[in-house]
């Protein structure tokens, strides 16, 4: 059995045997490998980098090279039981209009972020006047692709704007350990937070 990073994990938790999904941002293929081979889905993925392309390719996994922000538009409605963005919403130019297309390409959108609200991210803002490295931030402003800052209680007005249902949340460390609680006290605790989401 194939071993996943505990984040990634809590991911391929939520997703039952022999659906379809789309991973986007599928980086070098782990989570889609472990699904199709453990689970049994039919599964598909978009990739930015054509490094991360080769490596999902020399597995044997179904990815193609593109751009969620630019690319999704092509996928018609409906196509998929799942579509996952694992920590790459912040990286998104219009970070909007791709959540809003997860959902339509899939019946439900699995999407995680790190949680730029969290108390040790404010806390070496306020204290140091710069931009936050941390265990989940681990890189600087410059060398970040993180270009939408956003905390779980600004994801979670979103999310209410759009009205969208939140069928699961899971704040969690950077670790993968869940954290039992609300939202609010979540976007003061957890690292990164993961949302199963509905139309």
Known sequence: MTTLRKDLQLIADMIEPENRVLDVGCDDGALLDYLVNEKGIDGRGIEISQKGVNSCVAKGLFVVQGDADND?????????????????????????EVMLNLLRIGKRA?????????????????????MPVT???????????????????DLFDLIEQENLKVAEFVPHMSDGTRLNMGRKRANWHADQALFLLEK
């Open 72 to 96: 999704l538009h092509e996928y018609p409605d409906n196509t998929f039981d799942y579509v996952i963005l694992s920590k790459a919403l912040q990286a998104m130019h219009q970070p909007r």
């Open 110 to 130: 699995i999407v995680t972020i790190p949680n730029f609200g969290q108390w040790r991210v404010r806390f070496s803002l306020l204290t140091r006047g710069r």
């Open 135 to 153: 265990k989940a931030l681990d890189k600087t402003w410059y060398n970040t692709s993180n270009i939408h800052f956003c905390t779980i209680t």
